[in-house]
């Protein structure tokens, strides 16, 4: 019997692509998704949907917008709001500090991004990704092409199917912040680092093509390209209204001609010229060893009742590695993680080069490798801010294949916006066990999937 974990109306769109001469079976050969989001996506669709109960998917988001809040109030409860204090805490490199602590003035949005695995009991949180540069967000454009599949549209309204449009919740949100600068519709541009435009051109382009769906005219450019005029900041000569960042921390610090710019920027923020959605500061929570420190005794003390229990009920228990192998360190916290190894994951934190662990590289599963190899990754990253995690086995959903209409399991990563709404919509990325053990889009096995939510 097929049966998804997630959802009863999964188990019937399951049947129904079973029955003989189902319409459902080869509805994704007939998606037509938009052309550049074809070309970025097309081929490495999914061959169905997901599907979630509404009231999960948003009790979920509303964790992660508390243990969001948890996090960012977490300098001023441990450090008297010293962020550079709290990132040396992190184990985060000086480097990188001095430039993600450049102008701890600016405010910082409810914009971020959760990575988890649904364990066939809840959601369980990975990785938060905090500020304006996870990608995911144009997703929905597939949503519209299922739709727009008339075997599929007559499922979605005989089963009240609904899904959140991150995109058109980004637009409205740059709206709303471009509201203190102009009284027109805004000029935004996406702004990347040097030399950094092409190597993700066509998820970019997508990003464009998905803002322009919801009206809005979004530019690409690099830092090096931005300039000021008065009060604004401009792009290639063009005055914006809104920088919406997607340079990482990393790729800034690599560039010695950044740092004036950035100056720039957050002068016009100030100066209510130009925004910058969002600073470079959020991705000081959007490291591991940020969740890390949820686990961490000391830090729990700091914690609401209800923040505690959202740690206990989502994050996996995760610690520094260099916690357990530096100087004085507590024995037992290392005899731990020698002794779990094989249901733990080692995982970088933001690293020297602020990338993390950007499409799973430098993860390592516990279950594959030995001992002695064990130990000798752990001693390769006893200095920074590498995490050990407790692993989570995703509950897979099964896919029936339209040209075999034989059913095969996938394990599903889910990706859960969150604004200043709540739940900002999903994108999941999948792939089949026997495929490898991250799901990452570093694997070419991967697959990308839309997520509808059920009543």
Same mark, same amino acid.
Request: proline content about 6%; glycine content about 8%; some cysteine.
């Given at each position: 019997?097929l049966?998804s ?17 189902s ?14 989001h074809?070309?970025?996506?097309g081929?490495?669709?999914l ?5 979630v109960p509404?009231?999960?998917?948003h009790?979920?988001a509303d964790?992660v ?5 948890a ?18 805490r ?10 993600l602590?450049?102008?701890p003035?600016?405010?910082?949005p ?6 988890a695995?649904?364990?066939?009991t809840?959601f ?6 905090v500020?304006s540069?996870p990608?995911g ?5 597939a949503?519209r ?10 499922f ?5 199917l609904?899904h ?8 409205a949100t ?12 805004p000029?935004?541009?996406l702004v ?12 970019l382009r997508?990003?464009q093509?998905?803002?322009?769906a919801?009206g809005l005219?979004?530019l690409?450019?690099e ?6 005029i008065?009060?604004k ?15 990482r921390a ?6 010695p ?5 950035l100056d720039?920027?957050a002068?016009?923020?100030?100066d $209510? ?13 959007g490291s591991?060893?940020?969740l ?9 003390e ?15 228990w995760t ?7 530096h ?14 190894r ?8 933001l690293g ?5 662990g950007?499409g799973?590289q ?7 490798v030995?001992?002695?190899e ?10 920074g ?5 407790r692993?989570? $086995?995703?509950?897979?959903e ?6 075999t209409g ?5 394990a ?6 969150v604004?200043?709404?709540g ?5 999941v $990325? ?10 990452s889009?570093?694997?070419?096995a ?7 939510t059920?009543?």
């Amino acid at each position: 019997m097929l049966t998804s974990t997630t959802s009863k109306v999964a188990d019937e769109y399951l049947r129904e692509c079973v029955e003989p001469r189902s319409r459902l079976l080869r509805a994704v050969d007939a998606l037509r998704l938009p052309p550049i989001h074809d070309v970025a996506y097309g081929a490495t669709q999914l061959d169905r949907p997901l599907f979630v109960p509404g009231e999960r998917i948003h009790a979920f988001a509303d964790d992660v917008t508390t243990l969001l809040g948890a996090l960012t109030r977490l300098p001023a409860a441990l450090h008297h709001g010293d962020v550079a204090a709290f990132c040396a805490r992190l184990g985060t490199s000086p480097r990188l500090t001095a430039l993600l602590t450049r102008h701890p003035e600016l405010p910082l949005p409810v914009q971020a991004r959760a990575d988890a695995y649904h364990d066939g009991t809840g959601f369980r949180l990975l990785e938060l990704k905090v500020g304006s540069e996870p990608g995911g967000v144009d997703a929905a454009q597939a949503n519209r092409a299922w739709l727009g599949v008339p075997a599929f549209a007559d499922f979605a309204e005989r089963h009240g199917l609904e899904h959140v449009d991150t995109a058109a919740r980004l637009a409205a949100t740059l709206r709303r912040a471009a509201a203190d600068v102009t009284a027109r519709e805004p000029v935004v541009a996406l702004v990347e680092a040097r030399h950094r435009l092409a190597a993700h051109e066509l998820a970019l382009r997508s990003l464009q093509e998905a803002m322009a769906a919801q009206g809005l005219t979004l530019l690409l450019g690099e830092i090096q390209e931005l300039g000021r005029i008065g009060r604004k900041i401009t792009l290639r000569g063009r005055p914006l209204d809104v920088v919406l960042r997607h340079a990482r921390a990393g790729d800034l610090a690599d560039d010695p001609a950044a740092a004036p710019v950035l100056d720039a920027l957050a002068r016009s923020h100030t100066d $209510r010229g130009t925004v910058l959605f969002t600073p470079l500061l959020s991705g000081v929570f959007g490291s591991t060893a940020a969740l890390a420190l949820l686990h961490d005794p000391a830090v729990r003390e700091v914690l609401s009742d209800a923040e505690r229990g959202t740690v206990d009920r989502v994050v996996p228990w995760t610690a520094r590695v260099s916690d357990a192998l530096h100087d004085g360190a507590a024995a037992e916290l290392l005899d731990r993680i020698r002794a779990e190894r094989a249901d733990l994951v080692l995982k970088p934190g933001l690293g020297s080069t602020g990338q993390g662990g950007y499409g799973g590289q430098g993860t390592v599963m516990g279950s594959e490798v030995s001992d002695e190899e064990w130990l000798r990754q752990l001693a390769q990253r006893r200095h920074g801010d590498d995490v050990v995690q407790r692993r989570v $086995r995703p509950a897979t959903e099964p896919v029936v294949d339209p040209r075999t209409g034989e059913a095969e399991d996938w394990a599903a990563a889910w990706g859960v916006f969150v604004d200043d709404a709540g739940y900002a919509g999903s994108v999941v $990325r999948a792939l089949r066990p026997q495929d490898g053990p991250v799901v990452s889009d570093a694997n070419a096995a991967t697959r990308g999937a839309c997520v509808f939510t059920t009543p």
